[in-house]
Every structure is written in C-alpha cells, then in structure tokens.
C-alpha cells in the first residue's frame, strides 16, 4: 500500500485525498488552520460529480516534522505556489522526504519546480497540471465543479527512468481512484496551455471580485480584455519554444466558460485569497510569465497592467493583515 503525505489540505488537497484513498493508498495530509475540524471529522466534499456529502477521513499531522519518522512513497503538494517564500516550502516539507519519495507538484503556473529540484536532486519530481474547480468553503468543508482531470510528468522532461516509473506508479494510482489522469513525456506544454486560463482569469477575477462569467458580463471591454490577456500568453509561450500553444487554445479556454453561460459563472482560485486578504500566487501565474516575456522581448501591455494592479492588492491585504483588519 503506498504511503502518501499531501502537503496543503485545502480545495485540491482534500479531492486528492479523496482520490487516492479510494485507490486503497494510505493517506495523511498536513493540515493548519483546518486542523482540529479534520481532525476530528474529516473533510465533507460535495461535487457536482460525485455527489453531495462525501466523507473522507485521512490521517492528519500539524506539519511535516511529525511526518517524518514515515517513508513516504509521494509528497504531494497541494499549497499554493509561493516562488521565494521564507522558509521556502522545500525546506518545510524536508523533515517528510526520503530517497525513496517522489516529490509532486499540484500547483497553477510556470516555473515552479526548480526549487524543488535543486533541494532534492536526487529524488522524482512530478509536475501537473490541474483541472478541478474546488473550494474550501469553510474548515474542511468542500465544494467542488464539473471539471476533474489531471496532467502529469517528470520535471524536467528527459528525467532518469526511475522517475518516470514514479509518473507511471502515480497514474495508475490514480485511476484506482477514478480519479482522470493523462501522462506526457513533457508536461511543460501542458503548464503553459493551463496558464492562458490562470494568467487572465485569476487575477482578473481576484481583482474585480467576480466569478469568470459575471466578468464577462460586466461590461462591453471584459471579453476583448480576457482574450488580449490570453492572446499575450501565448505570444510568451511561443517566444519560449512551445510552438504548439497557438491562438486555437486560447480560444478552446475561453469557449470552455462561454459554454457553462447561462449556468452560474466559477471562482478561480485566487478568488478567494484576495477575499480573505491571503497572499496570492501572483509570481507563479503572471509573475514568471512576465519575466520570460521580457527576456524574449515580447510586448504584453495588457499583461503588465493587471500585474500591477493584483501586486498593489496583494501588498495592500498584506498591509491589512499587519494591521489585524480581516
Ligand atoms: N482551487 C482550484 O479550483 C484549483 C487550484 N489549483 C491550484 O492548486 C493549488 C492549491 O490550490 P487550492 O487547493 O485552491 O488552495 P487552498 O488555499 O484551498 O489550500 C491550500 C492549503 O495549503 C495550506 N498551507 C499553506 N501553507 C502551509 C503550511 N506551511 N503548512 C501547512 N499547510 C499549509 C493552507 O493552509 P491554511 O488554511 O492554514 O492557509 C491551505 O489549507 C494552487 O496552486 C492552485 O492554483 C489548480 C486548479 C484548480
Ligand atoms: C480555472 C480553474 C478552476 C481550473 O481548474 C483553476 O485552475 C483555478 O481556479 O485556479
């Protein structure tokens, strides 16, 4: 039975749990400030695909320094992915990791895994690419969409072939769980695909505190603004060698909304961390798409301004929170 520890037991976090106990793996998740409710009850999931009021009862641990006596098979990582964050999340989940442990990435955005590549060089690292619309409503309570499936490979693509027998052991885990798995030889065109939805809906969404379709209907701009967003990630992509991500995506990932309209719009993730004044992943989805942009001379004037706009936010909730306002 393998032994998994999910670091970050929020929305994605408690789906995976979910998942992978019903693969029969033996599941912990590191949980903070949902603690002491999934201790004691567990997380209650109700989804649009599964149903409503599902109980799943992992083991629980306050943080990886109690997990470390185990070896664990899978570290997965379901927090939000914080690039430069002190302590860096490498070092908080090092107490768990063993040589034998695959590290995994279940986390939006681009160039996230160096720093995970870098703290445990010899281990698997796993990249993936996640479409689940799930939110943590309240301590271990979940509410989850429509969409359910996941992209996975090794980091980086050409990676020794015990790490891809990792990729492989992890899929089949995961469609013992029914959970919807497809494995690429590189996942990064997958990464960058993802990010022409998270780079123009997530901080578009967080800063005007609206789920995707209300935006749309917002006014007579909103639709052009999203497409300008998504247009220039793909120009980014392109200049970054993914000749496969062309304007077709972008357009396939502004039908997949246009499709649920009349039906209730959904909140991207960033959502609500910008409600509860929680640091957003700002670097990871447009952060490091920029950087690149600017290092292949790309222009991305729409871009740059919602950059702009989401790290005055982010700073000001930061300020907010010094200051004990929620
Ligand atoms: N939600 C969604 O619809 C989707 C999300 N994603 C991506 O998946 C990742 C996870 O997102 P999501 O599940 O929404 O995130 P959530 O905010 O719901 O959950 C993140 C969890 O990580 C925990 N965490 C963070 N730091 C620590 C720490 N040091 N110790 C213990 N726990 C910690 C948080 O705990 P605490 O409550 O204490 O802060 C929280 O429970 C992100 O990269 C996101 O972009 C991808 C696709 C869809
Ligand atoms: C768009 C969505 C819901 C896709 O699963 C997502 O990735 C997010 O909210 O961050």
Redesign the pocket.
Known sequence: MPKILL???????SIYAYILMQAGASVTV?????YETVQEHGFTINSAIWGQGIHVRPGVVRTPEEAKDVEWDFVIL????MPGSKPSTAD?IRPAISPRTAVVL???GIHIEDEYASAFPNNAIISTV?Y?????IAPGIITHGHLEWIEVGTYPHNAPAAHKAKVVELAELFRAGNGTIHVYEDVQVCRWNKLITNGSWNPICALSLSKDIDFLASSPLSTSMIQSVMLEIVKIAQAAGYMDITEKNAETHLDRVLGRIPDKGVYP?MV?DAIHM?PM?IEAIVGNPLKVAREKGVKTPTLDVVYALISALDQANARRRAEGKS
């Open positions: 670091f970050g037991a929020g929305g994605v976090g590191v949980c903070r400030s949902n379901c927090s939000k992915a908080i279940c986390q939006n996640i689940l619309p799930v939110t943590q993730s609500a929680r992943e």
